[in-house]
């Protein structure tokens, strides 16, 4: 546990120095990942619906 929060203020510590004194812009796009995510999400996965082992389809 005393590793995880030491991982979590490293991490924190390098986005403040990489943000500080930057200029943070906003382009106003969307986020691609975070839509193809969503995307995948809401649609059904045919090739799970029909699972059959060769043993069974004898």
């Not at 995880?4 to 382009?27: K, Q, Y």
């Not at 059959?52 to 389809?57: A, G, L, N």
Request: hydrophobic share 45%; aromatic share 8%; glycine share 10%.
């Amino acid at each position: 546990m005393a590793s995880t929060s030491r991982l979590f203020g490293l991490c924190a510590a390098i986005v403040d120095r990489l943000t500080f004194g930057g200029n943070i812009v906003e382009t106003g796009t969307g986020w691609y990942w975070l839509a193809h995510a969503r995307a995948a999400r809401s649609v059904p996965c045919a090739a799970g619906a029909a699972k059959t082992s060769p043993s069974q389809s004898r």
